[in-house]
Every structure is written in structure tokens, then in C-alpha cells.
């Protein structure tokens, strides 16, 4: 079964438009909708924003039966390797905002006891290009943190999906993670950029999502 953890209901609603929905449950105060759609048993969570959510969001279809966790979402791009409103298949995660390293000289990201500060995610047989993640407790133009996710290796940045991966990881269990862009860096404000793009960027992903959920198991 495929439990499909994303942020807002304005993302979710690319896949709750295409599902049969049977029933809707109240797991850790977040909605979960059970039902179909392309011939999979689906849970979608409206987990709510930033990485805390998200990972509640992911223990909430886990505990009730998911075996592969799906992340989708709008994202902003950090450099060059990624367009305004093109759609990413994640290949590794990082949170950008967990740092260790005055306690023991890590990486920024590096997760006590992991010795690596990316996490790797699932790849199916999907024809997207691949780019790595960055996520983060923080929505802003701030040129610091560009600077950091750059220097890390990211192309996008997000506020849920390293800590999706984090869980699933720990709970031995699949996480693929889709990104659409919605803001690019250096193209003036994130906020007036994902306001006006938000919709493009989620029509551009809804369209990939009759090839993807077939191919999650």
C-alpha cells in the first residue's frame, strides 16, 4: 500500500482529485485519506508544513499499513541544474538545518549516528531527471542559506521531505520523493514567485503522477 505524505491541500488535491476515496481517518490530528487510484491501495496525509509535521505525517501511514511512502510537492530550485516549474525525481536528502559539527566535527546534516549527511531515497522506473534535496525549518531568500544548501550539493529546497526520508529509513521502508519547482533563487522574492507559479508547478506534477504510482510496487 502506497502512503502519500504531503504538506498542503494544495498539493494534495493532484492526487485526491484522481483518487476514489473511501474513507477518511484522523490520525495524530492529520487528515488520512484511504482509497484508489491507478490500481493502488492508497493513505494520502495532509501532513501540514515544515519537518516535524512531515514526519508525524509519515508514522500516521506507516502505522496503518503503508509500505512505500510518496512525497510530492512544489519546491524552490537553488541553481542552474533546475527550471521554473519542471518536475525532479529526488535521489538523496539532506537537512540542512540539523548541525553537529562544534559537538563532533560531521557535516552539516549529518543525523547522530549515520556517518553520511545525505539520506539515499527510492528510484523507480521513472523518466525524470534526478537532483539531490535540501530541507529545512525555513522559508526565505536568505543568501546564507543558499550558500549553504549549495555548498552541500542541493538543487532544491523543501521543508518536509529529508525528514520523510529520515523516518522511512529507520522504519525500513521505501520513500520516493517528486518535487515540481515553484520558485527559483536570484529571481526576486520566493514568496511572490510561489504564489504566482504554484499552480503551473502542481499541474506540471499531477500530469506524472498516472506513470509514477503504478510504478511504486
Excluded: W
Excluded at 540539523?98 to 563532533?104: I, K, R, V, Y
Excluded at 508547478?201 to 498516472?210: E, R
Amino acid at each position: 500500500m502506497i502512503g502519500a505524505v504531503i504538506a498542503m491541500d494544495s498539493e494534495a488535491e493532484a492526487l485526491l482529485s484522481q483518487m476514489e476515496i473511501k474513507n477518511i481517518l484522523t490520525v495524530y490530528g492529520k487528515p488520512v485519506y484511504c482509497g484508489t487510484a491507478f490500481g493502488k491501495d492508497i493513505l494520502l496525509c495532509v501532513c501540514g508544513v515544515g519537518k516535524v509535521n512531515a514526519a508525524a505525517g509519515t508514522c500516521a501511514v506507516l502505522g496503518k499499513g503503508a509500505d512505500v511512502v510518496l512525497n510530492f510537492g512544489v519546491a524552490g530550485g537553488l541553481d542552474e541544474q533546475t527550471q521554473l516549474a519542471e518536475v525532479y525525481l529526488i535521489n538523496r536528502a539532506v537537512q540542512y538545518d540539523f548541525d553537529l559539527t562544534q559537538l563532533n566535527g560531521g557535516a552539516i546534516g549529518t543525523l547522530d549516528g549515520e556517518t553520511e549527511n545525505f539520506l539515499p531515497l527510492y528510484l523507480p522506473a521513472v523518466d525524470l531527471p534526478r537532483r539531490a534535496l535540501g530541507s529545512g525549518d525555513r522559508f526565505n531568500d536568505s543568501p546564507a542559506d543558499h550558500a549553504l544548501l549549495c555548498s552541500l550539493g542541493a538543487h532544491i529546497r523543501d521543508m518536509e521531505g529529508a525528514s520523510i526520508a529520515q523516518v522511512c529509513k529507520y522504519a525500513g521502508v521505501p520513500c520516493v520523493q517528486i518535487k515540481a519547482i515553484s520558485d527559483t533563487y536570484g529571481s526576486g522574492s520566493t514568496t511572490e514567485q510561489y504564489k504566482r507559479n504554484l499552480s503551473r508547478a502542481m499541474l506540471n506534477l499531477k500530469a506524472y503522477l498516472q506513470e509514477i504510482i503504478p510504478a511504486l510496487g
